[in-house]
């Protein structure tokens, strides 16, 4: 594998002050880029080989009224000596001008836009530059711009969609190319970036952000205060995040904690508690935490996933809140990708089964440490089933159930860049034995910390460091794993018998539809979500009205449970369920649950097609854009 590094520039510390006169010519760390084709990452507009971000300071304000960021980015640029112009990705930004150190304008063209990928945005480099190793130069500009309220990356939330009715909230979803709508940079996760940020914001509240907090915010007078962040470490620009709202925050352990509304602080925090000692068993798995803190925000429920493992600022979505820690598998996953995804980082979105697979493989790892090996086993066995499911769906020669996804291949899905790829590890741990599986995987994540990565990497690294002869290789089929489609044939399953109890109770209520309400009561949710999973079709009003009533579905505060539930009553079209889905609906954002709920109404025929238009098009402006988007393709107008 060749790698050009373009340069790993030892320079002048970076300071802390953002004004672009003062600052030094080029950040500290230069992350390097990877150059070969399978990284050629085509959502990006930019050309990195030729000149590429290095750093990025934001000095911007949020304008609650307007909905509407807006605010200089200076950009540092490393450019071969030949290249006049950088190319950056805007999708919808509005560029006011663009100048040099010196206050000189720079000319510059937004291109045609293609959809989300944006338009790309070319501006002329300065002529002088400060050099830089192997001939190159750092170049420095401000682009004065706004983001408008249509920015896909960014939603504003009414007082009313949120805990405690009285605040605006704002965030951001930058993974995967959202980012380009709030930032005007390279928005290409092979191309890191350092940066610092500058955020004014209204009193009362609190902004947070992938960053290090740089102490207390700045009083400006006329209700503003300013909050400062910096991020040293070069990370992929789909990490930067901003949240800001009436929020507080509550230490768990010495490096964590988690901030939330006032009105949800208290159940954040219990559900939450177990943060440290996930950390300290994450480093004894696979090294060391590499990042200073690791804090969490719970958002309101219009979040559009389950979690974003933005560096030491995981965001969470309020449903996984159980009241009981059992859906904290979460929280391993979002601080597994502290290695897997913001250490080491897919190149390209075809490889994400790297960021994801591996972090489904290493989050079940914290889960046993954390909760012992009965829970991880139940929860790898769920994940089992959504491999069964995708290649159902899909068939198992479909393109898209490969974990290396060529462009243009429509892929199967979560089922298999999260599900597969874990089972993938896990065949391998199982294969070779967990005491080389580990150390194998701890010197990927060193080896390649802050650096992108590929399939043909990992691939090769595999061959090199994990197996001891090409045959074992063959053996393990690490090939077919990786790239061809379905479940190779030596994939570890892990043992049923953990399910052995709640299987019989399903396959009991199936021929009897006998229901043992106190058996359920002592179920972990693992065992009620499989068991929910495995209800019979085909169920009557009857059927579905006594299940609700013996094991209180409806009433469940287990998010994923209540879910199951409404999915399993829609697909059998009980109405008693159409108006708890509505109000569910109506306040959850997750695309998880939200998408499904639609797909199933929308299957109901008329029925179902009626409720699902009447009920999206009074929630649909509630939801985050990735969450519209997805809804938009299954709910379409009748005709
Ligand atoms: N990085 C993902 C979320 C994501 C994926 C955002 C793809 C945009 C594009 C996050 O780590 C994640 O996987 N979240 C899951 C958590 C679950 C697997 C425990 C989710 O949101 O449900
Ligand atoms: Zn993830």
Redesign the pocket.
């Known amino acids: 594998m060749r790698r050009i590094t373009l340069a790993v520039a030892a320079l002048m510390a970076t300071s802390a002050c953002t004004t672009m006169a003062e600052h030094p010519a080029g950040p500290a760390i230069v992350a390097p880029i990877l150059t070969t084709p399978d990284a050629r990452d085509s959502s990006t507009y930019a050309r990195p080989e030729e000149a590429r971000v290095t750093h990025l300071a934001l000095d911007l304000a949020l304008d609650f009224a307007a909905r509407r960021v807006g605010g200089t980015a200076d950009l540092t640029v490393l450019a071969r000596p030949d290249i006049r112009s950088v190319v950056l990705d805007s999708d919808g930004l509005q560029i006011a001008r663009i100048t040099d150190a010196g206050g000189n304008e720079l000319p510059f063209t937004l291109g045609a836009a293609a959809g989300e990928k944006g338009a790309p945005l070319t501006v002329a480099l300065p002529a002088e530059g400060t050099p830089a190793a192997d001939g190159q130069r750092f170049h420095r500009l401000r682009i004065q711009y706004t983001a408008p309220a249509s920015a896909s990356a960014l939603q504003w939330l009414t007082p009313e969609q949120t805990a405690g009715k009285q605040h605006p909230f704002l965030f951001s979803?930058g993974?995967?190319i959202l980012n380009r709508s709030w930032i005007p940079t390279q928005d290409s996760p092979g191309i890191r970036q350092t940066w610092e940020a500058r955020i004014t914001a209204p009193a009362p509240l609190d902004v947070v952000m992938s960053g290090i907090s740089q102490g207390a915010p700045e009083n400006l007078g006329h209700g503003r205060r300013a909050f400062r962040f910096r991020m040293d470490q070069p990370v992929a620009p789909y990490l930067i995040a901003i949240a800001a709202g009436d929020i507080d925050f509550r230490a768990i352990g010495r490096r964590t904690g988690v901030w939330a509304e006032p009105a949800m602080l208290d159940r954040a925090h219990y559900e939450v508690a177990d943060t440290e000692r996930m950390v300290e068993a994450a480093e004894r798995l696979y090294g060391p935490y590499r990042w200073g803190r690791y804090d969490m925000i719970v958002l309101p429920p219009a979040f559009p996933?389950?979690?974003?493992?933005n560096p030491v600022m995981t965001f969470l979505t309020p449903t996984f809140i159980a009241g009981d820690r059992s859906l904290t598998?979460?929280v391993a996953?979002?601080l597994a990708?502290s290695w897997s995804?913001n250490l080491v980082t897919n190149a390209v979105w075809g490889d994400?089964w790297l960021?994801?697979g591996v972090?489904?493989y290493f989050?079940s790892r914290i889960s046993e440490e954390i909760y012992g090996e009965k829970r991880a086993v139940q929860e790898a066995l769920l994940s089992m089933t959504e491999i069964d499911n995708a290649l159902a769906e899909v068939g198992a020669n479909a393109p898209g159930t490969a974990l290396h996804q060529p462009d243009g291949v429509e892929s199967a899905g979560?089922g298999i860049i999260?599900d597969k790829g874990a089972a993938f590890l896990r065949t391998l741990e199982h294969g070779v034995g967990r005491q080389r599986f580990d150390a194998w995987l701890r010197q990927w994540f060193d080896k390649h910390a802050f650096q992108p990565a590929t399939s043909r990497m990992i691939y090769e690294d595999m061959r090199a460091n994990l197996v001891r002869s090409p045959a074992e290789a063959e053996q393990l089929m690490i090939r077919q794993w990786i790239y061809e489609p379905g479940l190779p044939a030596n994939v570890y399953r892990p043992d049923a018998s953990a399910f052995a109890a709640v299987d019989n109770a399903a396959h009991a209520y199936a021929a009897t539809r006998s229901l043992d309400a106190a058996a359920w009561a002592g179920w972990s949710s693992a065992e009620r979500q499989r068991f929910l999973q495995r209800l019979p079709a085909g169920l009557a009003a009857a059927d579905l009205a006594r299940l609700d009533e013996t094991l209180g579905l409806s009433r469940s505060g287990n998010n994923e449970e209540l879910f199951l539930w409404l999915n399993t009553a829609l697909k059998n079209r009980y109405e008693p369920a159409v108006p708890q889905a509505e109000r569910f609906l109506g306040s959850v954002g997750r695309t998880?649950f939200v998408r499904p709920l639609f797909a199933t109404l929308m299957g109901q025929g008329a029925w179902g097609q009626v409720i699902a238009r009447r009920i999206y098009a009074r929630t649909r402006p509630s939801y985050h854009a990735v969450t519209q988007s997805a809804v938009d393709r299954i709910v379409r107008p009748a005709g």
């Open positions: 979803q993974q995967a996933y389950g979690g974003m493992e598998g979460l996953h979002e990708h995804g994400s960021n994801e972090t489904s989050e979560s999260y998880k």
